[in-house]
């Protein structure tokens, strides 16, 4: 039995998921996304990559996160 990602997409065909669902795409625990989520949040940059529809779901664009994830990749290195 394979479960299924629920996708959302706007009008200009950008893809949201579930912030859970961001666990099962990138191979993350789901501790690491929501502590992924609370930095990418604090970055101006990403302020219109969520949608809070309700206290218990918010949406995230999955472009956006693999970016933050991307811009994030080997940080540590260039300190």
């Known amino acids: 039995m394979t479960k299924t990602v629920t996708q959302y997409k ?3 065909g950008a893809l949201y998921v579930k912030a ?3 666990g099962k795409l990138f191979g993350l625990g789901r501790t ?3 502590r992924e989520l ?3 949040r604090a970055v101006p940059k990403y302020k219109g990559s969520f949608i809070d529809i309700s206290y218990g779901l918010r949406l995230v664009k999955v472009a956006d996160f693999e970016q933050f994830l991307k811009d ?3 940080q540590y290195l260039r300190k």
Do not use: E, R, Y
């Open 20 to 22: 859970g669902h961001l």
């Open 38 to 40: 609370n930095k990418m």
């Open 72 to 74: 994030k990749n080997n």
């Open 32 to 34: 690491t996304v929501w």
């Open 10 to 12: 706007d009008a200009d």
